[in-house]
């Protein structure tokens, strides 16, 4: 019987070890994954009004219309603090090929059309 006990009573110095490397681990990979930044600072660069009716697409539909209804990843960076692969993932989420279409340009370049709102930008240019 007490030999049974012995062995899980004996790793027992492993658990606060493991709680403290998986917490600071956990805490050193987010410092990485946000770029050095706090996690309140890369929140703050996303626009506030981004926080209502489901994140961050409503303010990129903002820029998209700020910016005549084409977008690049990198316009998107800039806008959000995001990554670039994150950037490119919302964008390719947000790919409907309706209200938002992606076109490759001759050299290359991946611009994501938002196509009512080029439309609208459009229309704005012919409007006296």
Request: proline share 5%.
């Amino acid at each position: 019987m007490m030999h049974s006990l012995a062995f899980p009573l004996g790793l027992l110095w492993v658990l606060p070890a493991l709680i403290v490397f998986g917490v600071g681990g956990g805490l050193v990979l987010r410092y990485l994954r946000l770029g050095g930044r706090s996690a309140a600072d890369a929140n703050a660069a996303i626009p506030s009004a981004a926080g209502e009716r489901g994140g961050l697409e409503p303010a990129i539909f903002r820029l998209a219309l700020q910016r005549g209804g084409r977008l690049t990843v990198s316009d998107v960076v800039i806008a959000t603090n995001l990554t670039p692969q994150e950037a490119e993932e919302t964008l390719n989420a947000m790919t409907d090929g309706v209200r938002v279409g992606m076109e490759v340009t001759d050299n290359g370049l991946v611009v994501y059309e938002f196509t009512e709102l080029m439309q609208r930008s459009q229309a704005r240019r012919i409007t006296p």
